[in-house]
Every structure is written in structure tokens, then in C-alpha cells.
């Protein structure tokens, strides 16, 4: 296997070390001196630009060819800023797909991360453990939840959820010989990618190259209220999976009367509903959890994203009625809920459970929906700004991809969502007022692109 290596002025740098420079801009293009024992570098190219290449290749050579990745190799991060191997800045409006709500380098997290993996890190759930049993007090204290189930990812919450829905309406219905074993999801739906969640995913080019998938699913309409009831009413169905606010999907938000409407058909006939806030819980939209806007509650709620603050981890919620149904040995997971993950994850919800931290979302929020409607508005590529607290979405007339492009290389990060025409801003919630004008400003700096693109 072969090594990469920065060549700089005769030093070789890992690109671990290279993380120990991220201030030290590298001049580019700057003089290269070879390294006496291997110099591939292709003439005219800087020793860092050779570095991010070499990357690139052996990535294209040893990585199972799953991600379109944008050309940066980012070898560290300091709280909303991230820095390519080149040393170029760029203003994180992505969080890492809305994980790093606490930007890069927390001094909390990192201190909390650090002690406990100097204490303890993994133990297995055969034994107890402090912190997983903290973190799961301050969830259930903290939301509608009596019980939580910790995973390692947002679709294995979801898998989690789907058996745990399964699994009451068999507890429930000990008479009943068929118990309800379907799902809706609803359309611009993500949950995940595993058998169970990509089942309820809606976007076809997810599932198909896959099917079978978990079959009993019946995707519908987000927001049609009737459709949904209607389907509810039949009894087939062990549980709805909905997201309050769609990420993935292109930033749609669910009305109270939809959710109002699910709550009540699953009520009278004993269908459970699951919230889906992966992506739009733990404040991004200014509240805790996205579904306090609405004041319905869920049967089951999961969740992950940003959670640990950038390690893995995955919960799922459960009222007592549904956890009644679980029993030992229904699920489990080797690596959920170690002492180190749910370390984290106690920094991060503590820093965020503050009522003035979400308030200042919610007012951030606000302030930068305003000027991206105000600085974007009058193009006529842009179709429409919407979202609530810091996750919002460009909804544009064409690809964003151009765009996307154009404002990495100003030094901006964004993502994109729906059908590849809706820009997804969901910057670490720490952004400051400053950090979301200089991102509106670029975007607007880069709109012209989208002129030249012609592909709607
Ligand atoms: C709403 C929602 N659910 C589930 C998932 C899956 O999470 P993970 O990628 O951690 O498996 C995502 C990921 O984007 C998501 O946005």
C-alpha cells in the first residue's frame, strides 16, 4: 500500500500532521523541494496539490466507488471553518450533513471526548455503564420519551424503530392472527439505507437496485392528509414514519394539521407514529426537538445526526407503552451506547438543551432566511427560500450543482437536496451572524453560474 505524504521544503508531513498546520496558509503555488527518496509529483504542481491528488487516486482505487465526492481532501476544522490539505479556508455550511451542530472542535466536546477515552471507551452492552444510562436520562427528561434505545447511525434507528413497531402490534394483538405489519413513509422521504429503512425511503434509485426490500410499504403523498387517514383506518398498518421537517428531501415541513391528522388515525386504530428527526432534531430548527412546533407527540421518535457531536450514534425514543413490548434479546448492537460515544453525546445535548443557545438559532434562523430571500429573492434561477431555524433550503429552477461548485471555490461549503435543485444550508448552529452574511454573499457572488447552466 502505498503512503501519501506532504513534501514540503525537504519535511515530509502525514496528513495527520498536516492537521497541526491548518493556519499556516500554504503558499500556493510555492516552491517545491523534492524529496530525496520519491517525487511523483507531476511538473507545475504544488507539493500540497500533489498531496490532495494522490488522495484522490488512491481514494478512486480502495474505496468502494459509493460517493460522488467533491474534490477537497479537509484535514481539519476549527469551530464553522474547514481546511483543505492546500491550507485553502473554506466557511462549513454543511456540519458534516447537519452533524457538526457544534462546529469543529468544541473545547467541551474535545475535553469530554478526551477524558473519557483516557477513562474508558467501549464495554459492550453485556455490562452497565455510567454514561449511557446519563444520556438517557437527560433524552427522556428532555422529550415526550419514557425509554431509549441507542444505535450507531440514524438507519439503524430507524431499522430499530421498524422492529420495535412490528414487535408491539404482535405484543398488542396476542388474539389477532394477521397483526398490522405495514408501513407508510410519504414521498421525498429519507430514513436510511439498510434493508428496512431504505424500504421506507422514498427515492426509487435507493431501492430498486436492492429489491427485494422490506415489502409491505405504501409511500404517499407528504401532507395529504386524507390519503393517509384513509390508509390508517384500513388496520394493516403497525406504524407511519414521518420527518416533521424533510432534509434529503428538499426542505419541506410538515403542517400541524397533517401531524394532528396522523396522531388521531393512529389513535383509533392503533398504528404508531414515528418521528424521523435524524436531521431536523436536537435544535436545529431553534426548539429541542423539531415536533415542539407542533405540540403532537409521537410513539417512537429516532434520532442521530448530530447527537456525539460528530461520532457515530443513533437513538430511538419509545413511550412506556411501546417499550412494554420489548423484551431481552429483541435487538441490540455491539458498539451502541459506549462510554465514549454518549460522552460526547452528554456535551453536546447539554450545550444545546440551553434555552438561550436554541433561541439564538431560532434568531440566527431568521436573520439568514431574511437575507437569502432579500440577496437571492430577485434571481430568477431561485424559486423559493424556506425552512425554519438553521436548516433551510434554495429551492432553484435548475441543477444547483454549478453553484455548488462555484462557491467551494469561493470558499464556501454547501449541499444540495430534493432532485439536485434545492441548496441544503445547515451550518453548525454555533455560526455566527457574520459567518451566515459572508455565506449569503458568496452564494449571491456565485448565482451567475447558474446561467450558464443548462441543466433543468
Ligand atoms: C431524516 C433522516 N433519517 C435517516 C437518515 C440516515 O442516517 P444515517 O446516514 O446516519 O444512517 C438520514 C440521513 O441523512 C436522514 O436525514
Not at 32 to 53: F, K, N, Q, S
Not at 278 to 298: H, N
Not at 398 to 421: H, P
Not at 430 to 451: K, T, Y
Request: glycine share 8%; with cysteine; proline share 5%.
Amino acid at each position: 500500500m502505498s503512503s501519501v505524504h506532504l513534501f514540503l521544503n525537504n519535511s515530509i508531513i502525514s496528513p495527520a500532521a498536516a492537521a497541526g498546520i491548518r493556519r499556516r496558509r500554504i503558499p500556493f503555488p510555492g516552491r517545491v523541494i523534492a524529496c530525496a527518496t520519491l517525487d511523483v509529483r507531476p511538473p507545475g504542481l504544488t507539493a500540497a496539490a500533489t498531496e490532495a491528488a494522490a488522495v484522490m487516486a488512491a481514494e478512486a482505487r480502495v474505496l468502494v466507488g459509493t460517493y460522488a465526492r467533491a474534490p477537497a481532501v479537509l484535514v481539519s476544522g476549527k469551530g464553522c471553518k474547514l481546511y483543505d490539505v492546500e491550507g485553502r479556508e473554506y466557511l462549513d455550511m454543511t456540519s458534516g450533513i447537519a452533524v457538526n451542530a457544534l462546529g469543529h472542535g468544541d473545547p467541551d466536546w474535545v475535553r469530554a471526548v478526551t477524558e473519557q477515552a483516557n477513562v474508558l471507551a467501549h464495554v459492550s452492552n453485556v455490562y452497565y455503564s455510567v454514561p449511557q444510562v446519563e444520556l438517557a436520562k437527560r433524552l427522556v427528561d428532555s422529550s415526550f420519551a419514557d425509554r431509549v434505545f441507542f444505535s450507531n447511525s440514524g438507519t439503524e434507528a430507524n431499522e430499530a424503530a421498524i422492529k420495535f413497531a412490528r414487535k408491539f402490534q404482535k405484543f398488542s394483538n396476542p388474539d389477532v392472527k394477521q397483526p398490522p405489519v405495514e408501513f407508510i413513509s410519504f414521498s421525498n422521504s429519507f430514513h436510511g439505507r439498510t434493508m428496512g429503512a431504505v424500504a421506507l425511503t422514498s427515492k426509487e434509485q435507493y431501492r430498486t437496485p436492492f429489491e427485494p426490500v422490506m415489502p409491505g410499504v405504501t409511500f404517499l403523498e407528504y401532507g395529504n392528509i386524507q390519503a393517509a387517514v384513509e390508509l390508517i383506518r384500513t388496520g394493516k398498518i403497525a406504524a407511519v414514519f414521518v420527518e416533521p421537517i424533510q432534509g434529503e428531501g428538499g426542505i419541506y415541513t410538515a403542517t400541524k394539521a397533517f401531524l394532528q391528522a396522523l396522531r388521531s388515525a393512529c389513535d383509533d386504530a392503533g398504528s404508531l407514529l414515528v418521528y424521523d428527526e435524524v436531521q431536523c432534531g436536537l435544535g436545529r430548527t431553534g426548539l429541542l426537538w423539531a415536533y415542539e412546533a407542533y405540540g403532537v407527540f409521537p410513539d417512537i421518535m429516532t434520532l442521530a445526526k448530530p447527537l456525539a457531536g460528530g461520532l457515530p450514534i443513533g437513538a430511538v425514543l419509545l413511550t412506556e407503552r411501546v417499550a412494554s413490548a420489548i423484551k431481552y434479546g429483541d435487538h441490540g448492537s455491539t458498539f451502541a451506547g459506549g462510554p465514549l460515544i454518549c460522552t460526547a453525546a452528554i456535551a453536546v445535548l447539554d450545550k444545546i438543551s440551553k434555552p438561550e443557545f436554541l433561541a439564538s438559532v431560532s434568531k440566527k434562523g431568521k436573520y439568514f432566511k431574511e437575507i437569502l430571500i432579500q440577496k437571492l429573492g430577485g434571481n430568477s434561477h431561485v424559486r423559493e427560500v424556506r425552512g425554519t431555524g438553521l436548516i433551510i433550503g434554495v429551492e432553484l429552477d435548475v441543477s444547483a450543482s454549478a453553484l455548488v461548485d462555484a462557491c467551494r471555490n469561493s470558499g464556501l461549503l454547501i449541499l444540495t437536496a430534493g432532485k439536485g435543485n434545492v441548496v441544503r444550508l445547515v451550518p453548525p448552529l454555533v455560526i455566527s451572524e457574520g459567518e451566515l452574511d459572508r455565506a449569503a454573499e458568496i452564494l449571491l457572488e456565485c448565482l451567475p453560474v447558474l446561467d450558464q447552466s443548462n441543466s433543468k
